[in-house]
């Protein structure tokens, strides 16, 4: 079956410091990926995604390079602000079951000023 | 344009009870996912509905059900309620189709005492 696999936390960083999270994933066939943020008391929200291999991803600051021959979708920033702080999830959906999302484990984020 | 509402926000219940979770989806959008949020398991995917179908199923025990609404609202329902239980239950809405974006609500905090 489909698998994500990424970096545990928390991760601490420093204001300004480059950020990267490490994202691997299992899947047949050909998946999308997603990179999800989740504040504090707060739900999912899209960070990024990409639906091919070299796609590349990005939103406020985040990118992430579909590569497939490493079957990774490597989060990075940067320079990371207090307001990163939260904890990030890499996703995929293989399309062949709709739109169902299997997660990695999520990776805490602590960005100190 | 409104976001995927979820209700109630909180519950509290006891072992053995059941509960029945709303979501509404963004207008327009006919496919609505549940997810199981933990400790411990991370986000398992439960269920998918598309047009009043099921089109997805996790691996939950048959107490965790849900049913889609011709108007696209979802409810989910967990009957004979366990400790383990407790977590938080998000609801996503998309697009028709697949690996589409999930647009995620805030979720119900269920705790079972």
């Known amino acids: 079956g489909n698998s994500v696999t990424q970096m545990e936390g928390p991760v601490t960083l420093s204001e300004e410091a480059f950020l990267t999270i490490n994202c691997t994933y299992t899947?047949?066939?050909?998946?999308?990926l997603f990179w999800y943020v989740q504040y504090p008391g707060e739900g999912l929200q899209l960070l990024l995604k990409?639906?091919?291999?070299?796609d590349k991803g990005s939103n406020k600051g985040f990118e992430a390079t579909y590569r497939k021959e490493t079957t990774s979708f490597h989060l990075e920033k940067g320079s990371v602000q207090v307001s990163d702080s939260a904890v990030y999830f890499c996703a995929l959906s293989d399309g062949a079951a709709g739109n169902k999302l299997t997660f990695g484990g999520g990776t805490r984020v602590l960005v100190k000023p | 344009k409104a976001g995927v509402t979820q209700t109630p926000r909180y519950l509290i219940k006891t072992r053995g009870q059941q509960v029945t979770l709303s979501c509404s989806p963004i207008?327009?959008?006919?496919?609505v996912s549940w997810y199981q949020q933990t400790p411990g398991q991370g986000l398992q995917f439960l269920f998918e509905y598309f047009s009043e179908t099921q089109r997805n199923k996790g691996n939950f025990p048959g107490r965790f059900s849900g049913r889609q609404f011709s108007n696209s609202r979802s409810e989910m329902n967990v009957s004979t309620l366990e400790l383990g239980d407790s977590a938080l239950y998000l609801c996503?809405?998309?697009?028709?189709?697949?690996?589409?974006?999930?647009?995620f609500g805030p979720g119900t905090r269920l705790t079972v005492l």
């Open positions: 990409a639906t091919k291999a070299d």
């Open positions: 899947a047949t066939g050909y998946p999308s």
């Open positions: 996503a809405s998309s697009l028709t189709g697949a690996n589409n974006e999930q647009f």
């Open positions: 207008s327009g959008h006919r496919s």
